[in-house]
Structure formats: C-alpha cells, structure tokens
C-alpha cells in the first residue's frame, strides 16, 4: 500500500487559499490532475493497480476516541500542521522493490515552488493474515 500525507494547509493551497502553505493555481490542479491520471492509467495497464483514493481534506473528517470507557467524536479540523493521510493506492506488485520503485514516481508531482518539497510517501506491505502482524 502507498500512502500519501497532506495538512489542513495543504488542501487549502490546493483550493487556492492563500495561507502559510503554497498556493496553487488552476494550471497547478490542472498538471497534478493529468499526472496523477497518467500514473494510474499505467498502474491498470501493469495490472499492479488494484484501488486507489484520493482523501477529503480533514476539515471532513471526525476522530473517535475511547475515555474512560465511551467513545469521544472529535469534528476536524485538525491542527494545521498536522498531517493526515491524504489518499492511498493499493497494488499487487511483485516484490516491495516494486512497489517502491512505483511509489518513488510520486516525488515527480508537479506542484507550485515549495509545495512538493516536504512532500512524501510511505510503502507499506498489507497483512494477508495475523501471522503477518508479527515483527
């Protein structure tokens, strides 16, 4: 699984917000919307692309948390500079080379100045059973 991160901030550069993250232009959206579409298209094409999601911006979301024996519902947003998973791809690949060599072509986003440079991606390989879970 490939997992990308953002921040309230960065969705709101992406809405075009200006703020303490990059603000992106229509033509920005634009180049991001067409590379991300060709690297899916070629992710189907390999037959390495199982699913993929992209994530509303956490302003959506709600967090659910146990205290003292009841759950807690929290609306976001969050923290600003906190980062939450941003969306996601799935694939089966032939090894976890694979799967990062495939994640390391996300470091070519395009993006306004600024905006890609703390940007990152995590490779995680997905449990098939609890023997999996073990260290």
């Known amino acids: ?6 921040s309230q901030q960065d969705y709101d550069g992406m809405a075009g917000k200006p703020g303490k993250s ?14 991300m579409t060709k690297f ?9 692309l199982v699913e993929t999601r992209g994530l509303v911006a956490p302003v959506h979301s709600r967090r659910i948390r146990q205290r003292d024996g009841v759950p807690v519902v929290t609306d976001g947003p969050y923290a600003e500079t906190q980062e939450v998973l941003a969306g996601y791809w799935i694939l089966e690949c032939d090894s976890f080379d694979r799967a990062t060599e495939i994640a ?6 395009p993006g306004p100045a ?11 390989p997905i449990a098939e059973s609890q023997d999996d ?3």
Do not use: K
């Not at 990059?22 to 590379?35: H, I, R, V």
């Not at 899916?40 to 390495?48: D, I, V």
């Not at 905006?115 to 995590?122: G, H, L, R």
């Open 104 to 109: 390391s072509r996300l470091n070519d986003c």
């Open 1 to 6: 699984m490939i997992l990308t991160f953002a």
């Open 114 to 124: 600024g905006a890609v440079d703390s940007y990152y991606v995590d490779v995680r």
């Open 40 to 48: 899916n298209e070629e992710l189907a094409a390999s037959g390495e």
């Open 22 to 35: 990059s603000t992106w232009t229509p033509e920005d959206m634009q180049a991001l919307g067409e590379y």
């Open 133 to 135: 879970m073990a260290l």
